[in-house]
């Protein structure tokens, strides 16, 4: 008997996407009941708190918080969007109404997926504060590619340094010195314990009225420093499925949280990393604020920005104009890129 050939990646992929959509129709089918125009109420403005498949857990301006159906020709809905919704007169035991509309946004935030391209995954974003740590270590490199992703949306960035209560006085010159580069260049930097408390004051009015992403890889103590600023929170879209009954969803969808002192935060894992292969060379130089004034002056129009004749960006590095710390970090950043875009091919290629 000849021993079964074992799926590939992609057959596997593509068997558990199917059996997700056969869940979302049973659920659209079963749990979504659709609900009568005449049984609706009026419109009213509200904000989305999160997204679950067909339906949207979502804030109305006066704080009540409702399980709604998305309408069919809505293509796209995400946290933080502002709609458009009429409530149910008579509310069922688990929708209260239907999204009826999405205003523009003013931003989006979006991630790439190896398979399903660019994906937008937050709206209407104010600012991205990328935190890094004294430990385990402190590297520039991490934050360059938080600020390109950034850039790149046109969000504002923020950079917060955590955990300064373990500052050694053997690093402070040299992390100190960092951080005065990026305020040269514009960037707003803070310094924070969440241990201590030290600058969460300044980072809670920082948050005021503003709509927050935090950003940063595991361990410089994001999760710390979001206890520290909502102390009291509570994951709204956990309080609205309990009043409907549904049962609260698992944490790999954003949410919208509010501060106590104001403002709000958007907390998703698939915001806290970003990938930047989708990036071409010339974008993520773009993305460098302080090469803008070199770029398209340089004597090819092919210029690499390294060894290259007339290279108006490496010019300026050796003439002190641009941190060679960051121009560093820049090659670095194209260099990985090549390489993720290679290991996408593959993949895509043995699916």
Same mark, same amino acid.
């Given at each position: ?6 799926l ?7 068997? $558990? ?21 005449s049984?609706?109420g ?13 339906h ?9 918080l ?5 309408? $069919? ?31 523009? $946004?003013?931003s ?10 660019i ?11 990328i ?19 950034a ?5 504002e960035?923020v ?8 500052l ?32 969460v ?37 956990g ?43 010339? $974008?993520?130089?773009w993305?460098?604020?302080e090469?803008?004034?070199y ?45 993720q ?7 895509n290629?043995?699916?």
């Open positions: 008997m000849s021993k079964k050939k074992p590939s990646q992609g057959q596997r992929r593509r068997m $558990r996407a199917n059996h997700e959509k056969r869940l979302q129709r049973k659920e659209a089918g079963e749990s979504l009941p659709e609900i009568q125009d049984s609706l009026p419109e009213l403005e509200a904000t989305v708190i999160s997204r679950f498949g067909q949207a857990d979502i804030e109305t301006h006066d704080g009540q409702v399980r709604c159906n998305i309408r $069919r020709n809505i293509q796209s809905l995400v946290t933080g969007d502002k709609v458009i919704v009429r409530l149910a007169n008579e509310t069922s035991a688990t929708i209260a109404g239907v999204v009826e509309a999405v205003h523009p $946004r003013h989006s935030l979006s991630r790439p997926d190896l398979y399903d391209g994906k937008i995954i937050a709206a209407n974003i104010d600012q991205i504060l935190v890094s740590s004294v430990v385990p270590s402190f590297t520039t490199q991490i934050i360059d590619r938080y600020l390109v992703a850039e790149d949306t046109g969000i960035p950079i917060i340094l955590n955990k300064i209560d373990l050694s006085d053997e690093d402070a010159p040299e992390i100190e010195a960092a951080l005065k580069r990026y305020e040269a260049i514009g960037y707003q930097v803070y310094q924070v314990s969440s241990l201590d408390g030290h600058g004051d300044t980072v809670k009015s920082l948050l005021k009225d503003k709509v927050s992403v935090f950003v940063g890889q595991s361990g410089v103590g994001k999760s710390s420093l979001i206890n520290a600023l909502l102390p009291e929170a509570e994951l709204l879209t309080d609205v499925s309990e009043n409907s009954g549904l049962g609260q969803h698992t944490t790999t969808t954003a949410k919208l949280l509010h501060f106590p002192s104001g403002g709000d935060l958007v907390d998703s894992p698939g915001v806290r990393e970003f990938a930047l292969w989708h990036l071409p060379a010339e $974008r993520v130089g993305c460098f604020v090469f803008r004034d770029i398209g002056t340089c004597k090819f129009r092919d210029c690499k920005h390294k060894d290259d004749p007339g290279c108006a960006i490496s010019d300026a590095v050796k003439a002190g104009q641009i941190a060679t710390d960051r121009y560093n970090n820049y090659h670095r950043i194209i260099d990985s890129l090549d390489e875009r290679h290991a996408r091919h593959f993949r290629e043995h699916d």
